[in-house]
Every structure is written in structure tokens, then in C-alpha cells.
């Protein structure tokens, strides 16, 4: 499956994307507010593509000018995700490499991708949280129509070793029916 949005090519990870992905992935400023730690090896990379980013929903996020992988999308399903039991929700995930902070990339994604998921699989409520000083990816939220829904003060982060305070927000259909006519 591939999703153009105006600047963007969202398509599946493939191992040649390890050095792209490790270029960006290797910024101590991209991972750990997200939840993992910076990667250290070009293998470590290719390994993450091979066992991390091969969800069904899973993208890599990619410039229309030459494909080249600069983020990552991704809606979690039911089994891959601790924010829903349910099959007809998901949760939403992403990053984007440093370079391209800023220039509105990541919402453009968000925005094909939530279409996605409630047009072609049928979700009715997707999913999506930040860590406490995470605002970049909380203005994502806001930007893409994401509601609060709960805050917690001791969420395990087990890849950092880590307990932060999470903030959860969510999306219904029919919300994103109404702002989207």
C-alpha cells in the first residue's frame, strides 16, 4: 500500500532504508522523547525495519522528490498497540528526522493516515499519545483534531528505562466525519 499526500510518499519500510533510517534515527533529539533510545549501528537500523517497522500499517515517510525515507507512520493495530483491545481502534505513532521539523510535514501524513484508517479499515476511534515535554508532537495532535482523553503520571517507558507522565487524546469517526465534509 502507498498513500501520496501533496509532499509526500508514505510507503512500506525496506531494508535499503537503513542508512536513511539511521541518519535521522541516530539524533538523541529524535527518539528518546518519543520512547526509544538513539540507534547506534547501521544493523541496529536495519533490524528495527526488519522487527519493528513491519506492521501492516506501518510507513515510511518519504519525500515526493526522491522517496527517500525521513520518518516513520504508523497505525498500531490491535496487538501492537496498549491503547485499545479492540479491533475496530488503533493508535496512531510517528517521528520525522530533524531537517524537517517545522515545515508541517508530519500533520500532512497524520491527516492521509487517519483518512486511511477510517475510510479503507474501518476504525472507529484511533488513538494517540505524547510524553510530557513532547510539544511537537502534541501540536501534531491538536493540528490533526485530536480531543484529550486522560493523563497519567506513571507510564513505564521500557526501552529507556524510564517512568514519564503520558498524555492520551483520540480521534472517533464520526469527529473526524464532521471536520472533514
Request: with cysteine; charged share 25%.
Amino acid at each position: 500500500m502507498i498513500i501520496n499526500t501533496e509532499r509526500l510518499i508514505l510507503r512500506p519500510w525496506n531494508e535499503s532504508d537503513a542508512s536513511s533510517l539511521y541518519k535521522y534515527a541516530k539524533d538523541p533529539d529524535i527518539g528518546p522523547i518519543a520512547g526509544w533510545p538513539p540507534h547506534s549501528s547501521m544493523e541496529e537500523s536495519r533490524d528495527v525495519i526488519r522487527n519493528v517497522f513491519c506492521g501492516p500499517e506501518c510507513y515510511a515517510v518519504c519525500s515526493k522528490t526522491d522517496n527517500v525515507a525521513i520518518g516513520c507512520i504508523e497505525l498500531k493495530l490491535n496487538g501492537k498497540t496498549d491503547m485499545t483491545e479492540r479491533d475496530d481502534e488503533c493508535e496512531l505513532g510517528y517521528w520525522i528526522g530533524k531537517d524537517f521539523w517545522g515545515q508541517g510535514l508530519i500533520p500532512e501524513a497524520a491527516r492521509a493516515l487517519i483518512r486511511h484508517g477510517f475510510e479503507k479499515l474501518n476504525m472507529n476511534v484511533i488513538w494517540c499519545g505524547y510524553y510530557d515535554g513532547n510539544t511537537k508532537s502534541k501540536r501534531v495532535q491538536e493540528k490533526t483534531g485530536f480531543v484529550y482523553h486522560h493523563t497519567c503520571e506513571e507510564v513505564a517507558v521500557p526501552l529507556m528505562g524510564e517512568v514519564r507522565i503520558g498524555h492520551t487524546n483520540y480521534l472517533t469517526n464520526e469527529q473526524w466525519r464532521l471536520n472533514n465534509r
